[in-house]
């Protein structure tokens, strides 16, 4: 067994720490409050190439593993958890289904660009009725000559309205359910294609929520991944990956929090010494520290079983699960250990907080990720 | 054009510094390449992008400092040569003699390097490389450009700034506010490792311990005394500006 | 034979540094103890004038360089002739302040003398008959005392506005030796000066220092900070935050990455304490905080603290102070 990070992982980490610190962290309070992005954020990802971290250089990325990008991920969040969203459902949920199911050409027009941050990507696969539950899609596209007619609505799609390009999950044949589906990528500004509301969230503010709206949009059957019927694996497979970079994201955010707390811990005084000088405080960092370490093991062990080529359905589903609840829990302590200034906007700690929640819910929630794990421990 | 860069790895300006058995304890400090000399590489890599050329990076120190020659490497550096000078006795005298040496193998119109380090603060060891190489060196640069065999530098002087023209080459030492030195991107950081990164030792050099040992022997390390935290004035803003300048002028005699 | 404590002699635009004058009384006290005396070089164009007045300040001989080309600092031109100097005279020790002249100054010359050179000292002591210097290192979070046991001369710059300057002798005047320079060649050219004009201080020399950062919310406000400082005749500094915010030039940055300053009155405004800015300012005699943030990192270090709006507490502060001079 080998636990060391490559020189270039290392580099790496150092790189995007370095990066979120001093470029995201002085705007991260602002961009929560305002619940907007400061898109020139995304122009500096964009060169230093983090919009494309695992795709190849010959379409654009930078050729690194999935154990990279968790670190670059979980780098993120540490400081930004909208910024870490932004990236990995760009690179997750967009890039990444149309690198592994796309032909030559879709990776080449739309790939690319993608890659090299030009454009930025989102998934449309949650629909009202239709969360968990992804086989359900009613998102409907009528084949018509060479195109395909769509018309239904997505909902709380993350880089929603500023996303350039869209993997959207349809329903081809309801009778079919999951395996009549299919993935198609729709480029914003396609007519019959417009954005809903904004969804006004309790966390990870900056990122942009949108509703997808189809009005007999025409889309051309050249733009479908892979062929009909596969929709449903596309998603799945697509979500598998989106997994590892949830786990990283909420790694990152707990420890992000720990590290105020900690460091709060040791200049807060009451009763004439640092409060950390209590053992209640040191036994819920001691609980904190080790529960993150065993969250990030868990992210880095799916994302290297990823990059080894091996099936890590279960394991990324793990990782999940377990990081996210650590975030949680991990944020809910640091909100105590600072008290009354915990609760304040005038500490990062609270904004954490609440972006830990989303990450027991979005890409699976929690007790989808248990039914995953459960269906592959009892088969 | 041929420019050499001239780095150094350094603590990590957030270190926490403790002692031990006499000496720093550099156990679980997290290194950093020294801020002035990334101001240095970043220059440099903007001269060869708007002049062509190559950029070599040149440092002293031991294995780990690779660390700070990758990232050179990742930013966009050419090349690299890390010298470890077999002892952590070393002064500023023994990394320019050393520096000199290395630099002296190689072809150069320009040699660059931070002002100063963060760590020891001396700020010496590039004027004394320019001082052994035998050119003209102009310190804290906060403007350069180079045209025609020579460069125009502006650098900080006593209650201004100067500016300086110099024939090449030459030494510059970056000050900050010549740029903003850019982050590793990720294909950098994919392609560094394939750049060359040369390891040598002082023999390689043609040099031998005594040559370039020591001048200055350090006696003692110690923490500085801790500042004893002072008094809080209380009161409404007004009411304790009111007791602050009365405690500046009759407690500490100050005003 | 080494001999003698040599001590430069800044000068610009015909005035002598006060850092001189701390150099020279710090040198009067070794020289004392090693049974040697101290000397001055003083260097320039048109500055005889001033090389009596060291005598006052401890120096029994002043070697005086003049020539055209020294009118202005060139590192070629004064490392050619204060290194001849100093190889003749041999010297046990060659203290310079360290300014940005006095820094650049004593790297080449300790180079072409192939000798150590210790920078930024703030102490500087004699035991076991060597000369012992104290320096701050890691940003002033470590102290070193370190010597130069063998090389000669023992070569050091000292950090301006540390050491004490001894009440000067009215009257005592020092052997003044005129020593012909030959300057060689200057491969620098002066292309522009850019003098900063300011009725203040310079922050390295001032007595008092006002700070502001990130809490003075914008370059306006650094207004309030002016007026301080024109009631206290202080120069006027920021934080790393301040400067990078692109309120103030970088050239008031005090801190790691700006300057370093040990004034007797230190105020910060706004500033949060960071480390790195600590490193700039601890060795300040006495450090005042105004900031809003009780839990502030400043307030560990601060002699006096208000807890409170700045924009409050500095415009009353003036007017006190203003009220007190009166």
Same mark, same amino acid.
């Given at each position: 067994?080998?636990?060391?990070?490559?020189?270039?992982?290392?580099?790496?980490?150092?790189?995007?720490?370095?990066?979120?610190?001093?470029?995201?962290?002085?705007?991260?309070?602002?961009?929560?409050?305002?619940?907007?992005?400061? *898109?020139?954020?995304?122009?500096?990802?964009?060169?230093?190439?983090?919009?494309?971290?695992?795709?190849?250089?010959?379409?654009?990325?930078?050729?690194?593993?999935?154990?990279?990008?968790?670190?670059?991920?979980?780098?993120?969040?540490?400081?930004?958890?909208?910024?870490?969203?932004?990236?990995?459902?760009?690179?997750?949920?967009?890039?990444?289904?149309?690198?592994?199911?796309?032909?030559?050409?879709?990776?080449?027009?739309?790939?690319?660009?993608?890659?090299?941050?030009?454009?930025?990507?989102?998934?449309?696969?949650?629909?009202?009725?239709?969360?968990?539950?992804?086989? &359900?899609?009613?998102?409907?596209?009528?084949?018509?000559?060479?195109?395909?007619?769509?018309?239904?609505?997505?909902?709380?799609?993350?880089?929603?309205?500023?996303?350039?390009?869209?993997?959207?999950?349809?329903?081809?044949?309801?009778?079919?359910?999951?395996?009549?589906?299919?993935?198609?990528?729709?480029?914003?500004?396609?007519?019959?294609?417009?954005?809903?509301?904004?969804?006004?969230?309790?966390?990870?503010?900056?990122?942009?929520?949108?509703?997808?709206?189809?009005?007999?949009?025409?889309?051309?059957?050249?733009?479908?991944?892979?062929?009909?019927?596969?929709?449903?694996?596309?998603?799945?497979?697509?979500?598998?990956?989106?997994?590892?970079?949830?786990?990283?994201?909420?790694?990152?955010?707990?420890?992000? &929090?720990?590290?105020?707390?900690?460091?709060?811990?040791?200049?807060?005084?009451?009763?004439?010494?640092?409060?950390?000088?209590?053992?209640?405080?040191? *036994?819920?960092?001691?609980?904190?520290?080790?529960?993150?370490?065993?969250?990030?093991?868990?992210?880095?062990?799916?994302?290297?079983?990823?990059?080894?080529?091996?099936?890590?359905?279960?394991?990324?589903?793990?990782?999940?699960?377990?990081?996210?609840?650590?975030?949680?829990?991990?944020?809910?302590?640091?909100?105590?250990?600072?008290?009354?200034?915990?609760?304040?906007?005038?500490?990062? +700690?609270?904004?954490?907080?609440?972006?830990?929640?989303?990450?027991?819910?979005?890409?699976?929630?929690?007790? +989808?990720?248990?039914?995953?794990?459960?269906?592959?421990?009892?088969? | 054009?041929?420019?050499?860069?001239?780095?150094?790895?350094?603590?990590?300006?957030?270190?926490?510094?403790?002692?031990?058995?006499?000496?720093?304890?550099?156990?679980?400090? @997290?290194?950093?390449?020294?801020?002035?000399?990334?101001?240095?590489?970043?220059?440099?890599?903007?001269?060869?992008?708007?002049?062509?050329?190559?950029?070599?990076?040149?440092?002293?120190?031991?294995?780990?400092?690779?660390?700070?020659?990758?990232?050179?490497?990742?930013?966009? !550096?050419?090349?690299?040569?890390?010298?470890?000078?077999?002892?952590?006795?070393?002064?500023?005298?023994?990394?320019?003699?050393?520096?000199?040496?290395?630099?002296?193998?190689?072809?150069?119109?320009?040699?660059?390097?931070?002002?100063?380090?963060?760590?020891?603060?001396?700020?010496?060891?590039?004027?004394?490389?320019?001082?052994?190489?035998?050119?003209?060196?102009?310190?804290?640069?906060?403007?350069?450009?180079?045209?025609?065999?020579?460069?125009?530098?502006?650098?900080?002087?006593?209650?201004?700034?100067?500016?300086?023209?110099?024939?090449?080459?030459?030494?510059?030492?970056?000050?900050?506010?010549?740029?903003?030195?850019?982050?590793?991107?990720?294909?950098?950081?994919?392609?560094?490792?394939?750049?060359?990164?040369?390891?040598?030792?002082?023999?390689?050099?043609?040099?031998?311990?005594?040559?370039?040992?020591?001048?200055?022997?350090?006696? @003692?390390?110690?923490?500085?005394?801790?500042?004893? !935290?002072?008094?809080?004035?209380?009161?409404?803003?007004?009411?304790?500006?009111?007791?602050?300048?009365?405690?500046?002028?009759?407690?500490?005699?100050?005003? | 034979?080494?001999?003698?404590?040599?001590?430069?002699?800044?000068?610009?635009?015909?005035?002598?540094?006060?850092?001189?004058?701390?150099?020279?009384?710090?040198?009067?006290?070794?020289?004392?103890?090693?049974?040697? %005396?101290?000397? /001055?070089?003083?260097?320039?164009?048109?500055?005889?004038?001033?090389?009596?007045?060291?005598?006052?300040?401890?120096?029994?001989?002043?070697?005086?360089? %003049?020539?055209?080309?020294?009118?202005?600092?060139?590192?070629?031109?004064?490392?050619?002739?204060?290194?001849?100097?100093?190889?003749?005279?041999?010297?046990?020790?060659?203290?310079?302040?360290?300014?940005?002249?006095?820094?650049?100054?004593?790297?080449?010359?300790?180079?072409?003398?192939?000798?150590?050179?210790?920078?930024?000292?703030?102490?500087?002591?004699?035991?076991?008959?060597?000369?012992?210097?104290?320096?701050?290192?890691?940003?002033?979070?470590?102290?070193?005392?370190?010597?130069?046991?063998?090389?000669?001369?023992?070569?050091?710059?000292?950090?301006?506005?540390?050491?004490?300057?001894?009440?000067?002798?009215?009257?005592?005047?020092?052997?003044?030796?005129?020593?012909?320079?030959?300057?060689?060649?200057?491969?620098?050219?002066?292309?522009?000066?850019?003098?900063?004009?300011?009725?203040?201080?310079?922050?390295?020399? /001032?007595?008092?220092?006002?700070?502001?950062?990130?809490?003075?919310?914008?370059?306006?406000?650094?207004?309030?900070?002016?007026?301080?400082?024109?009631?206290?005749?202080?120069?006027?500094?920021?934080?790393?935050?301040?400067?990078?915010?692109?309120?103030?030039?970088?050239?008031?940055?005090?801190?790691?990455?700006?300057?370093?300053?040990?004034?007797?009155?230190?105020?910060?405004?706004?500033?949060?304490?960071?480390?790195?800015?600590?490193?700039?300012?601890?060795?300040?005699?006495?450090?005042?905080?105004?900031?809003?943030?009780?839990?502030?990192?400043?307030?560990?270090?601060?002699?006096?603290?208000?807890?409170?709006?700045?924009?409050?507490?500095?415009?009353?502060?003036?007017?006190?102070?203003?009220?007190?001079?009166?």
């Amino acid at each position: 067994m080998n636990f060391k990070l490559t020189e270039e992982q290392e580099l790496l980490r150092k790189t995007v720490r370095d990066f979120a610190e001093n470029e995201i962290g002085p705007k991260a309070a602002e961009m929560d409050e305002k619940e907007d992005y400061d *898109w020139s954020l995304w122009d500096k990802m964009a060169e230093m190439g983090l919009t494309g971290i695992v795709f190849p250089e010959k379409y654009g990325g930078a050729g690194m593993d999935y154990i990279s990008y968790a670190l670059a991920t979980e780098e993120l969040a540490r400081v930004d958890a909208s910024s870490s969203v932004v990236i990995a459902a760009h690179t997750s949920l967009c890039s990444w289904p149309i690198y592994a199911f796309g032909n030559e050409e879709q990776k080449q027009r739309f790939l690319v660009p993608l890659a090299e941050g030009k454009k930025l990507g989102a998934l449309g696969l949650t629909e009202p009725s239709a969360g968990s539950d992804a086989g &359900a899609v009613k998102l409907s596209a009528v084949p018509d000559g060479n195109d395909y007619i769509l018309n239904g609505t997505k909902t709380f799609i993350t880089n929603g309205g500023k996303g350039d390009i869209y993997v959207v999950v349809v329903s081809t044949d309801k009778a079919k359910k999951h395996r009549g589906t299919a993935a198609f990528v729709v480029e914003k500004d396609t007519p019959g294609f417009t954005f809903g509301k904004k969804e006004h969230k309790l966390g990870i503010r900056a990122s942009y929520t949108y509703e997808l709206i189809f009005e007999n949009c025409r889309v051309p059957k050249e733009n479908m991944l892979g062929s009909d019927g596969e929709g449903f694996k596309i998603a799945m497979a697509t979500l598998d990956g989106g997994r590892i970079s949830i786990a990283a994201q909420a790694v990152g955010i707990a420890q992000g &929090a720990y590290e105020q707390a900690l460091a709060y811990s040791k200049i807060r005084e009451q009763f004439g010494r640092p409060i950390s000088a209590n053992q209640g405080i040191q *036994w819920m960092l001691a609980d904190m520290h080790t529960r993150i370490e065993a969250a990030r093991l868990l992210t880095l062990h799916s994302a290297y079983l990823r990059d080894a080529g091996q099936s890590h359905t279960k394991e990324s589903a793990m990782a999940k699960l377990y990081a996210a609840e650590c975030s949680m829990w991990v944020t809910v302590k640091a909100v105590q250990i600072f008290g009354g200034y915990g609760y304040s906007r005038e500490y990062p +700690v609270e904004r954490m907080m609440r972006d830990a929640k989303i990450t027991e819910i979005y890409e699976g929630t929690s007790e +989808v990720q248990r039914i995953v794990i459960a269906n592959n421990i009892l088969r | 054009m041929k420019i050499v860069a001239l780095v150094k790895q350094t603590f990590d300006s957030e270190a926490k510094i403790a002692l031990e058995g006499g000496k720093i304890n550099r156990q679980g400090i @997290s290194l950093i390449m020294n801020p002035y000399d990334e101001y240095a590489v970043e220059e440099a890599l903007k001269l060869k992008e708007k002049h062509g050329g190559e950029v070599t990076v040149v440092t002293v120190g031991p294995d780990e400092a690779t660390e700070a020659v990758r990232q050179a490497l990742a930013m966009g !550096a050419d090349q690299s040569i890390l010298v470890n000078p077999g002892t952590e006795d070393i002064d500023e005298y023994t990394t320019a003699k050393i520096l000199a040496k290395a630099v002296s193998g190689l072809e150069y119109d320009l040699i660059i390097g931070g002002f100063r380090a963060i760590d020891d603060g001396s700020a010496q060891v590039a004027g004394r490389v320019a001082e052994i190489l035998n050119l003209p060196v102009v310190n804290m640069v906060t403007k350069l450009e180079v045209d025609g065999g020579k460069a125009i530098a502006t650098s900080d002087i006593e209650g201004g700034s100067a500016v300086m023209e110099v024939p090449l080459p030459a030494v510059i030492t970056a000050q900050k506010g010549l740029n903003e030195p850019r982050y590793p991107s990720m294909k950098g950081i994919m392609q560094a490792k394939k750049k060359p990164l040369k390891k040598i030792g002082l023999s390689d050099l043609g040099l031998d311990a005594s040559q370039v040992a020591a001048k200055v022997k350090v006696l @003692s390390y110690s923490l500085p005394p801790a500042r004893a !935290a002072g008094k809080i004035i209380p009161g409404e803003p007004a009411e304790a500006a009111a007791a602050l300048a009365k405690a500046l002028r009759e407690e500490a005699k100050i005003i | 034979m080494a001999k003698g404590i040599l001590v430069f002699a800044e000068q610009r635009d015909g005035k002598i540094k006060k850092v001189t004058y701390e150099l020279l009384s710090a040198s009067k006290k070794i020289a004392n103890q090693l049974g040697e %005396e101290v000397s /001055a070089v003083l260097v320039g164009k048109g500055v005889s004038a001033l090389a009596n007045g060291l005598g006052e300040y401890g120096a029994d001989k002043v070697y005086v360089i %003049e020539n055209d080309a020294l009118e202005n600092y060139t590192t070629d031109a004064y490392t050619n002739v204060v290194a001849d100097l100093v190889k003749q005279n041999e010297p046990t020790a060659f203290l310079l302040g360290c300014s940005i002249t006095g820094r650049d100054l004593a790297a080449q010359v300790a180079q072409r003398l192939d000798t150590g050179l210790l920078t930024d000292c703030i102490n500087v002591a004699v035991e076991n008959g060597q000369i012992v210097f104290t320096r701050p290192i890691y940003a002033g979070k470590a102290i070193i005392t370190a010597t130069i046991p063998e090389a000669r001369p023992v070569m050091a710059t000292i950090r301006p506005n540390v050491l004490p300057v001894d009440e000067p002798q009215a009257g005592k005047s020092a052997e003044v030796i005129n020593v012909s320079a030959n300057v060689g060649s200057i491969r620098t050219t002066v292309k522009d000066v850019i003098r900063q004009v300011s009725a203040r201080p310079e922050l390295t020399e /001032a007595d008092v220092i006002v700070s502001g950062g990130r809490g003075m919310k914008g370059p306006e406000n650094f207004k309030l900070l002016e007026d301080l400082a024109d009631v206290l005749g202080a120069a006027v500094g920021a934080s790393r935050a301040a400067v990078d915010a692109g309120w103030v030039p970088q050239s008031i940055q005090v801190g790691q990455t700006g300057k370093t300053v040990s004034p007797n009155l230190y105020l910060a405004a706004g500033i949060s304490g960071a480390i790195q800015h600590l490193a700039g300012m601890s060795s300040s005699k006495i450090i005042v905080a105004v900031n809003k943030d009780a839990e502030a990192n400043i307030f560990k270090s601060a002699d006096y603290g208000v807890v409170g709006d700045l924009f409050e507490v500095l415009p009353v502060l003036t007017q006190e102070i203003k009220k007190l001079k009166a």
